[in-house]
């Protein structure tokens, strides 16, 4: 008995009517080689001379060749070289990689934390420091608000109550005012509302 070998393709999209071996799109493509071909080598070998002229026609034959008859990945050229573009232009950034503990070190740096290399700290530790960070935030607002910097403030202030005579329970107050830490200094200006 004869083997009959049916072809089974698993889309009806695969199949593809040919003719003479070349289905439409390559009977197409081969035509416009020709086309282009032909009259490009007769035009260009007397000006230009016969190895040139080789050079340009099989580079015209080669694109038009590819876009014509070669699929990759079943897809056609027209759909396969925006792919290209994109992955080797538009995308084309080299990637750096870093170990976990410089990309740690990268993101604390970025978020202004000064930690050593082996030490951690805990929940409650990084609580407070963003405490302490937003406070002194807050008082140098204060500072630039009204104009007071850490060395003239003290100044000022028994500049002003001397000018005006007050008394030296006054100044005693004065002095216990510069001594106040910056959070107890931030403290009292909210509670006098200033």
């Known amino acids: 008995m004869d083997n009959i070998e049916i072809t089974v393709f698993d889309e009806i999209k695969d199949y593809k009517e040919k003719i003479y071996f070349f289905n439409f799109r390559q009977w197409a493509f081969a035509i416009l080689i020709a086309g282009l071909v032909i009259p490009t080598y007769l035009i260009l070998k007397d ?16 694109v038009f060749g590819f876009i014509g008859f070669v699929k990759i990945h079943e897809l056609p050229a027209e759909k396969i070289l925006p792919y290209w573009f994109r992955h080797y232009f538009l995308f084309a950034k080299p990637i750096h990689y870093l170990s976990d503990e410089e ?5 604390e ?21 963003k405490k302490k960070q937003k406070q002194e935030k807050l ?36 002095q216990k005012l510069s001594k ?3 959070e107890e200094q931030e403290v009292l200006l909210k509670l006098l509302g200033r």
Do not use: F, P, W
Request: glycine letters at 6%; hydrophobic letters at 25%.
């Open 47 to 62: 000006k230009i001379g016969e190895e040139i002229t080789s050079y340009i026609v099989i580079a015209i034959a080669g």
């Open 109 to 129: 740096k970025k978020k202004g934390k000064k930690v050593k290399k082996n030490q951690t700290l805990s929940k409650s530790e990084i609580k407070e420091l």
């Open 180 to 182: 106040l830490t910056k």
């Open 139 to 174: 008082l140098m607002k204060a500072k630039k608000k009204y104009g007071i910097t850490e060395n003239t403030e003290i100044i000022r202030s028994e500049e002003t109550k001397d000018e005006k005579g007050q008394t030296e329970e006054n100044n005693e107050l004065a």
């Open 103 to 107: 990309y740690k070190q990268l993101h």
